[in-house]
């Protein structure tokens, strides 16, 4: 059938098929800025404004075309993002401009979804409230941004179409500790720090809006710094504004095939017969895949380092099935609807098996082993389901506890979660035409992906390149290999372009996800209140496959045990196998489990003295953390110890912020005219790692271009966190040039150097040392040039490189443009370029303080979280805006994890909400206050100081809303997520 449609003002004629989606429809005709988030429209993203009477601009109404047939859209107008404004670069619209300024794109997946439902309120109300203008963007999802700058985005847009003054902002950035001696200090030590008040602030500032007016910062630059430490804004954020077609399936190669997963519906099974026979016979099905077409190689599907963290359980295709989502077969067909007609064709045999779904009953005799395959690798014990199996021990704790004034032991339970990244898995693969496999992937991991899929599909590692393009987020759950064999596999197969992408349900069952774990705790104090001794003992789900089960549950055990400074301590883990669907990384890697645990037991320790208590207690500067070097991540530990930390001033910022006192006032922790509303605030302190010591690596190469600009090439994976830019401003700033002028291309294995990746924390330490030392090396060949030729006499080791010119201290300055194009066609012909490599034997620790203000309705058990406050130790910023992104974005995600998000199954392992809206992210309308403060310290073995940002905001919350419901209720809640009925039960324990 035909139809017609207005898109943008451009009429097209269309032929469409009646299954066909609007979004498939709108796709194949380029405006690719309408994306993929789901199938069900909760997410969001595929959001258009439409009408049938294009007369009236007020008509337009927000339609989810990914749930909207073509045919139904025939004859209408239909604006996307594309539409907004004009082709160019500085042609924005002012919502699109103030999304950029304010820094509300992280990733950009949902931005123009965003802008859509934006403009649309704009139109019909000019000046609306926050509360409307949450309201009208609840219906799209953003997993990065926690809501706070895009919101107020959209106020300052609204200001500037109404002819009015947007409101100012500034920015909770406190200046380097060290005041005037940046960068030389160390951020002090806390015995420096003896002068500071106890918790006893004023209140803070009394708002009634959820959005804080501190978005748009002041500058803040160090008076050394032009380019770092300052709200640049992000290099991609014009594009990604503007819809452009930069993520991994924003392109259509001709002949290209659909690929897709059948997953298995049982959770244990054997399969004895599959029949492929009546799919293969679909004209337009290319090919259909099981393991009797696939090699068997057994791999390990996280990307981490080389060689993977054990055990190695996994391959392609097998004949047997460990969780409801597993692989049985894969399908590359012609269109979307054709691969599902084959998916539906194949005909699998399945002798059902015993299945085991907590790990409990996974450790109890006779459970039914789960890998029973002769060719796994390295699993510590198979026949009892033990994947990993971790004692890490530090001096003699048994007699620590034994010989301590007071013990303590307590125990918690977490839950698994989901990423849920607004963009599934997507991946396309082609042969180019030298023969060789190009793989353009949505992965935090290019290099580890191009490494790991070469003996899986049967090609040297020179015969793949790995592109990532944009990624429409990540959070750890594309630190894997996870569709790129089955992709390729399918192009190896037809010859053919393939493009493969993961739906809703299978992001949630054949994914990866958060570990769940039982945290058992015990400490010892002696009778000053320090801590002699700490065990920890965790027993945690690795669902079918042990992937990060090692290194996830490392992490764990080392901030368990390495937050507080120990004397002694124990770390004792089983990672245990069971038939559900597989945990990964996810951020904070271990971390949030850990500090759910401990956060609690510590104040459940020392009760109303906890803040005292753990300020006795926790790491400070100069001491060394024992644990680093007998742990390690999964393999060789080293030596490490405190060189910068904030978190003294952190605990003083947030507590002035939340308004700490309150805790000890008793009229408002209830409300006379609410009496079953209880009120609290809660305290948990956070420290996190930069990077993975000894292991984590990056390089960099800059290169000088004709007119004085630089190409930056980086392996690094910007996921959205505003990587690429934060190592443009680095390069920038050593440079001596605007951030324009640095061209950042990130990250192709072919054209880009090495690295590990985007995950640890490590981008902008590890990758921002690669940066910074090609950045030096650059200068030096440009000051060496100038001296020879250009500034005769000058000696070079004094010129430095300002505003785009080489000065000399006598006055005189060439530009770079005269160094680049002389040292190019005139004399000592060369080109000037470097290429540099980083890594670290150490990983500093940024440190938080969360804080969080709760209310709990005792009869209903609801836990409304008012306000959350994170004042955040990250070094200096090198971008304040995307670290305070950083930290909004983490805090709503954690509390996601605190209050309602959790991966729920039934009796026969099926997940009973895969969908966005059943599993259940926080929309716009519904997060609470926030507020960032970012407390910088200067790390001394950091790129111009910084440490790292990009986890931590992870890490706390959970437990500081525990806190604040145990200050509210007297209740201690030592399970996640804190939602009603679990609440209700507590509450009516209590009594
Ligand atoms: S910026 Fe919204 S999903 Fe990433």
């Known amino acids: 059938m035909q139809i017609s449609l207005t898109v943008n003002g451009t009429h097209h004629t269309l032929d469409t098929h009646p299954g066909e989606l609007l979004r498939t429809a709108l796709r194949r005709l380029r405006y690719f800025s309408v994306k993929h988030g789901d199938e069900t429209g909760e997410s969001g993203a595929d959001a258009v404004l439409l009408t049938h009477t294009p007369d009236q601009p007020t008509s337009y109404r927000l339609v989810n075309s990914g749930v909207m047939l073509a045919a139904q859209a025939g004859g209408a107008a239909i604006l996307t993002v594309e539409g907004l404004s004009g082709p160019r670069d500085d042609d924005l619209h002012p919502l699109q401009r103030e999304f950029v300024a304010c820094g509300a794109i992280q990733c950009g997946y949902c931005t123009p979804a965003q802008l859509l439902a934006a403009k649309r309120l704009l139109d019909t109300n000019p000046n609306p409230s926050e509360a409307e203008v949450r309201e009208a963007i609840a219906g799209v999802l953003c997993r990065c941004t926690g809501y706070l700058k895009p919101v107020q985005a959209v106020l300052r847009a609204a200001a500037w179409l109404r002819g009015d003054e947007p409101p100012t902002f500034d920015l909770a950035v406190l200046d380097a500790l060290d005041g005037g001696e940046w960068p030389t200090g160390d951020g002090g030590s806390d015995e420096d720090r003896d002068g500071i008040d106890p918790l006893d602030g004023p209140v803070s500032g009394g708002t009634d809006i959820q959005t804080r007016t501190r978005v748009m910062p002041a500058a803040v630059a160090h008076p050394q710094t032009a380019v770092v430490n300052k709200p640049e804004h992000k290099v991609d954020a ?127 005799p006779g459970a039914p082993i789960i890998h029973d395959e002769p060719d796994a690798v390295s699993i510590h014990d198979a026949g009892r389901n033990i994947a990993v199996h971790i004692h890490v021990e530090h001096n003699d704790v048994d007699r620590a506890l034994a010989e301590a004034a007071h013990t303590y032991t307590s125990e918690y339970h977490v839950q698994q979660v989901q990423q849920a990244s607004i963009e599934p898995h997507v991946a396309l693969s082609w042969w180019d035409e030298d023969d060789r496999l190009v793989i353009r992937t949505s992965t935090q991991v290019p290099f580890h992906v191009r490494r790991m899929v070469a003996p899986l599909i049967g090609l040297p590692v020179r015969r793949i390149r790995v592109v990532k393009p944009r990624i429409g987020g990540g959070f750890g759950g594309k630190q894997e ?199 609290g ?237 059943d599993y259940r992210i926080f929309a716009a309308g519904e997060v609470p206050e926030l507020q960032a403060i970012l407390v910088q310290t200067y790390e001394p073995s950091g790129p111009y100081g910084a440490k790292a940002i990009a986890e931590i905001p992870m890490d706390g919350v959970a437990p500081a809303v525990a806190n604040a419901i145990y200050d509210a209720t007297g209740v201690r809640l030592r399970q996640l997520p804190f939602t009603p009925e679990r609440v209700w039960n507590a509450l009516q324990a209590h009594g």
């Open 481 to 679: 290999m996870l569709i790129e064999d089955l992709c390729a596999h399918l192009t190896i197969a037809t010859g053919r372009p393939v493009r493969f992408e993961y739906s809703r349900a299978q992001e949630f069952s054949s994914a990866r996800s958060r570990h769940p774990q039982t945290l058992r705790y015990r400490s010892g104090v002696d009778a000053q209140g320090k801590l002699v001794g700490m065990e920890l003992e965790i027993i945690a789900d690795a669902g079918a496959y042990g992937t990060h089960g090692l290194t996830v549950q490392m992490v764990s055990g080392f901030r368990g045990l390495s937050t507080y400074w120990l004397p002694s301590a124990r770390f004792v883990c089983d990672v245990v196998y069971t038939n559900k669907p597989v945990p990964g990384a996810f951020r904070g890697y271990g971390a949030p489990q850990a500090l759910f645990g401990l956060e609690q037991h510590m104040e459940e320790f020392a009760l109303a003295l906890a803040v005292e208590f753990k300020r006795r207690n926790w790491i400070k500067v100069g001491q060394e953390m024992p644990m680093a070097e007998v742990m390690g991540e999964g393999r060789e530990g080293f030596a490490q110890t405190i060189r910068s930390s904030g978190l003294e001033e952190c605990v003083q910022e947030g507590a002035k912020a939340i308004g700490w006192e309150r805790r000890d006032d008793p009229a408002w922790k209830t409300d006379p005219d609410r009496p079953h509303i209880r009120r």
């Open 681 to 917: 605030l809660g305290l948990a302190l956070c420290m996190h790692g930069t990077g993975i010591a000894g292991l984590d690596m990056g390089a960099a190469s800059i290169k000088l271009n004709d007119d004085g600009s630089f190409n930056l090439l980086i392996g690094a994976t910007d996921l959205g966190t505003g990587s690429d830019t934060v190592l443009a401003q680095i390069a920038a700033e050593a440079l001596g040039m605007d951030l324009e002028h640095v061209l950042v291309y990130s990250s192709d294995t072919d054209f880009t150097p090495f690295d590990t990746g985007a995950y640890a924390s490590s981008t902008t330490y590890i990758s921002g040392g690669a940066v910074l030392k090609a950045a030096e090396e650059v200068q030096r060949q440009i000051t060496r040039h100038a001296a020879r030729h250009l500034l005769p006499g000058a000696d070079p080791d004094l010129l430095w490189l300002e505003g785009g010119q080489v000065h000399s201290p006598d006055g005189r300055a060439v530009s770079l443009e005269t160094v680049a194009l002389h040292s190019l066609h005139q004399a000592d012909q060369h080109q000037i370029m470097a290429t540099a490599s980083h890594m670290s034997y150490v990983s500093p620790p940024p440190f938080a303080a969360q804080y969080a203000e709760v209310e709990v309705d005792t009869i209903t058990g609801q836990v409304t979280v008012q306000k959350l406050v994170m004042a955040v130790d990250c070094g200096i910023a090198i971008n304040p805006v995307t670290a305070t992104g950083q930290v909004e974005g983490g805090m709503v995600q954690a509390l996601g994890y605190a209050v309602c998000e959790e991966m729920v199954y039934d009796e026969a392992g099926r997940l009973v909400n895969p969908r966005l809206g």
């Open 238 to 364: 014009v594009k990604l504004s503007k819809g452009r077609a930069v993520f991994a399936d924003d392109m259509e190669l001709p002949g290209m095939l659909y690929g897709g997963l059948l997953t298995s519906p049982h959770a244990h099974a054997r399969i004895l017969a599959i029949d492929t026979s009546r799919a293969k016979a679909l004209p337009g099905v290319h090919a259909v895949l099981t393991y009797q077409d696939v090699p068997r190689v057994v791999y390990a599907s996280g990307g981490q380092s080389y060689p993977n963290p054990p055990p190695y359980d996994q391959v392609s295709l097998d004949n047997k099935v460990r969780h409801v989502g597993d692989r049985v077969a894969i399908v590359a067909a012609e269109t979307p609807e054709l691969l599902q007609q084959a998916l539906d064709l194949i005909d699998v045999t399945y002798e059902a098996l015993p299945a085991v779904l907590t790990p409990q009953k996974a450790l109890a």
